[in-house]
C-alpha cells in the first residue's frame, strides 16, 4: 500500500469553485511533487517542493496554487478552473530531490478532478 | 533534451507466456531509471529504480536490467494480475532535475 495519502479521490467542481487537494506522507521525506496526469499520457510534473521550499514551477498556471504547510503535507489550491483541467492529479514524494540516489519518487492513488 | 521510448505501445501475452518491454532512453548522465506499474485510474506503483549498467534487480515475476542506452523489464510466466501499464523514467545526473516519463507499455495478460 503506497504511504502517500491523497483526499479527496474524486472531486466535482464548477469553474468559479475554489477548492483544494490534499496530500500527506509518512516516509520522512523532504521532497514532494504534484503532478497532472490525462488519459493515456505519462504524469506531467507540475510542482516540487525541497524541504519545504517551492523548488520548481513547470509554468503551471496561476489558477493552481500550491503550498506546503510542513514537510509531510501538500496542497494544491485550484480556483477558476476550465474544463481541460479535468485529469487525475498525482502528489508524490522522495526521500531527497537533486541529490544523492534518494531520488526515486513514490505516487499517491490519485485525486480525480473533473472541472464542469 | 532527456528522451524515453518504450515499446511496444501494446502488448498482449497469454498467460505463462515470457516476455519483454524496451525503455531507451536518452540522456546526458543517468541519475536513476525508474519501472512503475500502474492500474487503470491509480496512482503510478513503484517497481524498481536502477543506477549503473549492468545492474538488475528483481520482484517477483519481473527482473529489470540496465545498460548504457535501455532497460528491459523482464516478465516471467505472466499472470493475468500482471495486467497494467508499465512506465519507464529516467532521472539525469546534472542539469534540471526532473524526472521524464516513457508513455508505457500497455500489457494485458490473457487466461
Known amino acids: 500500500d503506497t504511504e502517500v495519502t491523497q483526499t479527496p479521490k474524486h472531486l466535482v467542481m464548477g469553474m468559479t469553485n475554489k477548492k483544494s487537494l490534499k496530500c500527506e506522507q509518512h516516509?520522512?521525506?523532504?521532497?514532494m511533487y504534484w503532478y497532472k496526469q490525462k488519459a493515456k499520457k505519462p504524469p506531467e510534473l507540475m510542482f516540487v517542493?525541497?524541504?519545504?521550499?517551492l523548488s520548481i514551477n513547470e509554468s503551471v498556471p496561476s489558477r493552481f496554487s500550491p503550498e506546503c504547510p510542513n514537510s509531510s503535507l501538500l496542497n494544491l489550491h485550484l480556483h477558476a478552473l476550465q474544463p481541460e483541467d479535468s485529469a487525475l492529479y498525482l502528489c508524490?514524494?522522495?526521500?531527497?530531490w537533486g541529490t544523492g540516489n534518494g531520488n526515486t519518487i513514490y505516487f499517491g492513488e490519485g485525486s480525480w478532478l473533473t472541472v464542469v | 533534451e532527456d528522451q524515453v521510448t518504450q515499446s511496444p505501445e501494446a502488448l498482449r501475452l497469454q498467460e505463462g507466456e515470457s516476455s519483454s518491454l524496451n525503455c531507451s532512453y536518452t540522456?546526458?548522465?543517468?541519475?536513476?531509471l525508474f519501472w512503475y506499474r500502474q492500474d487503470p485510474g491509480k496512482g503510478p506503483e513503484f517497481l524498481f529504480t536502477?543506477?549503473?549498467a549492468g545492474e538488475e534487480k528483481e520482484k517477483e515475476r519481473l527482473k529489470a536490467t540496465l545498460t548504457k542506452k535501455e532497460s528491459f523489464l523482464h516478465i516471467t510466466a505472466p499472470k493475468p494480475e500482471d495486467s497494467a501499464t508499465y512506465l519507464c523514467?529516467?532521472?539525469?545526473?546534472?542539469?534540471?532535475?526532473?524526472?521524464?516519463f516513457g508513455t508505457g507499455t500497455k500489457l494485458q495478460v490473457i487466461p
Open positions: 508524490a514524494s522522495s526521500q531527497d
Open positions: 536502477l543506477y549503473s
Open positions: 523514467a529516467v532521472l539525469p545526473r546534472g542539469g534540471y532535475q526532473k524526472v521524464t
Open positions: 517542493y525541497s524541504y519545504e521550499k
Open positions: 516516509m520522512g521525506h523532504r521532497a
Open positions: 540522456v546526458s548522465g543517468l541519475r536513476g
